[in-house]
């Protein structure tokens, strides 16, 4: 059964820092991995999206790496800023008896301060 | 822009009674799944729907059933509320073929 986990739970940094939150998974079959980021109380929010046959993706200030073969992805952030406060939360998709669905992570809880 | 909307952003129900969570997207996608999101557990597929009429249990569907009558709506029902149902619900839909789901702002239920 795939598992997907993420560390850490929390983080607090202050503006202008670069950080990068981690996600692994236990099952390397996977057909895509995604980065969602969810503000409180509200829904999620896709950022970015990496196909299996691909190491990286990039979007603005945000860029997310994919390691298959040792079940690891990474979402860098440049130049931190107190909006991209959030949960971020990373999900693979797996194919289960012929649909894909995703399986998420529990998320990291950013804060960023001015 | 693809739009999913839920009927409540809040609910509060009581043990026993009979609840139904609405969802609505606008951009004629097949598929649509109902999560729910609790601390330290993430979220978690209760039904989805391949298409009208259509319906898949997902990883957690005791206590839970879905309705599919038209494309554009799928509901999520409580036949009789229990208190370990207070979550957050979350309804996304997809595009048939898409890799992207598309989320609603969710309802969080609390079951008293």
């Known amino acids: 059964k795939q598992e997907v986990t993420q560390i850490p739970a929390a983080l607090s940094v202050p503006e202008g820092e670069n950080l990068v939150l981690n996600c692994s998974f236990t099952?390397?079959?996977?057909?895509?991995l995604q980065w969602f980021r969810q503000d409180p109380g509200k829904g999620l929010t896709s950022l970015l999206l990496?196909?299996?046959?691909?190491r990286e993706q990039t979007s603005g200030r945000l860029n997310a790496s994919l390691d298959k073969s040792s079940g690891r992805s990474t979402l860098y952030i440049a130049a931190s800023q107190p909006g991209d406060s959030a949960t971020y939360l990373c999900?693979?998709?797996?194919?289960?008896?012929?649909?894909?669905?995703?399986?998420f992570g529990t998320g990291t809880r950013l804060l960023v301060s001015p | 822009d693809v739009k999913v909307t839920q009927s409540s952003r809040y609910l509060v129900k009581r043990t026993g009674e009979k609840v139904f969570l609405e969802c609505v997207q606008d951009?004629?996608?097949?598929?649509m799944f109902w999560y729910r999101q609790d601390p330290g557990l993430g979220l978690r597929l209760i039904y989805f729907?391949?298409?009208?009429?259509?319906?898949e249990k997902g990883d957690i569907p005791e206590g839970y059933s879905v309705s599919r009558e038209k494309k554009e709506r799928f509901s999520l029902i409580l036949e009789s509320a229990s208190t370990n149902q207070t979550s957050m619900y979350l309804c996304?839909?997809?595009?048939?073929?898409?890799?992207?789901?598309?989320f609603g702002p969710g309802t969080r239920l609390t079951v008293l």
């Open positions: 996304a839909s997809r595009l048939l073929g898409s890799d992207e789901q598309f």
């Open positions: 099952d390397s079959a996977i057909y895509n």
């Open positions: 951009m004629d996608h097949e598929n």
């Open positions: 990496i196909q299996s046959s691909q």
């Open positions: 729907s391949y298409d009208v009429k259509m319906k």
């Open positions: 999900a693979v998709t797996v194919t289960n008896t012929g649909f894909q669905k995703l399986v």
